[in-house]
């Protein structure tokens, strides 16, 4: 039966992330990833300062540059006529302070082109995971379909990089405690001609809310709807949205929405395992703790995961000795960053996402504002929130170019 150190499943940012890094320290890892590439959209594009940091660390930033990206400096909220700065990135003690707007395919594009170069990397596209093998409570590896039929890898250590719908985490009886999300998204594109700024700060009506992002000739929009009224609001019909829309939106052309299918509907979740491992498997990025968009910092967190994964098993692994107090000890060292940063996104959630779906019209507290506009520097707290996130991480130095 083939054989792997490493086999990863899941080509997303933690993914990738976590193969290029430890293929670089010398282990032989198998990233396994169901589509046949990286083109789907229903994916935030936001990659943070702390990420541009290990990209430089990768000796991957000039690369990147060459992507081509809009900067996101800071988020304002119009209060009375005059903006309110409550996020600025531009403060933060990072090389690249601001966030990148970067389609997550050409990123992860990126991260696979380097991997490609590693000899102890291997990238299966196409190839599904759909069971694990046991010897007894020991997970020994995976079973797929891939281009050429079904299959078994084995594996001294399989790590769960598939998501919020983790096979692998359920396969392997592990469950999250999940906690409540108030809203679930309309994810849909719309054609624009001039160019368009990306805000952390949604736009927002009675009872809705919607975040734009650019890309070339296009908005993507992620729109905010209450949980569990999809099918509700789409028996309203397609004109009755489209009218919404405009008043959102006065700049976008509304009318290409030709179908309910141009609209997918997203469930939004908010979860986290207690605990993120068992014998010989380990589990991070969303398939351990499910990120709301809000904030946009779920590619962030799940990378950092990816970080700290190479950087405490790349010995073990190299040595083939991976416990499970090694992966326990990962686990440890993501769990505070991540219990923070979700109940950050919970606060958001309770305080400013459930009265907007309500109906209430989003206003920061006056209080607040006052603060902002006395003490600008503060805009450096959320920003580190946001842009850093709590215990960042770096490349483990053998990874480093
Ligand atoms: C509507 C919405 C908008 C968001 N916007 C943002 C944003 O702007 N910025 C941000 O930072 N975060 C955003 N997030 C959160 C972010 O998308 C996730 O936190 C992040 O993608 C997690 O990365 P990951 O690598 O853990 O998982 P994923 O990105 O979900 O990647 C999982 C990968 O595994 C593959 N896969 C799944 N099952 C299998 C299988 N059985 N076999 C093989 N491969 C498999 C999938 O195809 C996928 O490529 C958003 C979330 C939602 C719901």
Redesign the pocket.
């Known amino acids: 039966m083939p054989e792997t150190t490493c086999a990863i499943?899941?080509?997303?940012?933690?993914?990738m992330m976590l193969g290029l890094i430890l293929a670089r320290c010398g282990v032989a890892v198998t990233v396994?990833?169901?589509?046949a590439d990286f083109l789907r959209d229903?994916?935030?594009?936001?990659v943070h300062p702390s990420t541009m940091r290990m990209l430089d660390e990768l000796g991957l930033f000039a690369e990147f540059n060459k992507i081509g990206y809009s900067k996101v400096e800071k988020a304002e909220f119009p209060v009375d006529g005059q903006p309110v700065t409550l996020v600025d990135f531009r403060r933060l003690r990072q090389r690249h302070p601001y966030v990148a707007m970067v389609p997550q395919w050409d990123f992860l594009d990126l991260l696979a082109d380097a991997g490609r170069t590693e000899p102890n990397f291997t990238l299966r596209m196409r190839?599904?995971?759909t069971g694990l093998l046991r010897d007894g409570d020991r997970i020994t590896g995976v079973r797929y379909t891939g281009p050429e039929g079904d299959g078994e890898l084995r594996a001294e250590l399989t790590v769960a990089?598939?998501?919020?719908t983790s096979?692998v985490r359920r396969e392997a009886g592990l469950r999250t405690r999940d906690y409540p999300v108030p809203f679930d998204?309309w994810?849909f594109r719309l054609p624009r001609n001039e160019d368009g700024q990306y805000s952390l700060i949604p736009r927002t009506g009675p009872g809705r809310a919607l975040i734009m992002i650019p890309r070339t000739g296009y908005f993507q929009v992620?729109y905010l709807i209450p949980k569990g009224s999809d099918a509700g609001l789409r028996a309203r019909g397609l004109d009755a949205f489209r009218a919404e829309l405009a008043e959102l939106i006065p700049e976008a052309d509304t009318a290409s929405l030709a179908s309910w299918d141009d609209v997918k509907h997203?469930d939004?979740q908010l979860n986290r395992l207690p605990r993120w491992y068992r014998d010989r498997l380990l589990c991070i990025?969303?398939?351990a703790h499910a990120?709301s968009?809000v904030g946009?910092?779920?590619?962030?967190?799940?990378i950092q995961d990816a970080a700290a994964a190479a950087r405490l098993l790349y010995q073990p692994l190299r040595e083939h000795r991976v416990t499970v107090s090694d992966l326990a000890a990962v686990q440890r060292q993501r769990t505070l960053p991540t219990a923070i940063t979700q109940g950050l996104q919970r606060i958001l959630h309770r305080q400013v996402m459930e009265p907007v779906m309500a109906g209430a019209e989003i206003t920061p507290p006056g209080a607040l504002v006052g603060i902002m506009r006395r003490l600008p520097q503060l805009s450096a707290i959320p920003a580190y929130l946001v842009g850093t996130g709590v215990r960042p991480e770096h490349v483990p130095v053998p990874a480093r170019r």
């Open positions: 499943v899941g080509g997303g940012p933690a993914g396994m990833e169901k589509h229903f994916r935030g594009d936001t190839t599904e995971v990089c598939d998501g919020r096979v998204v994810w992620a997203l939004v990025g969303d398939a990120m968009p946009g910092v779920g590619i962030n967190v799940a």
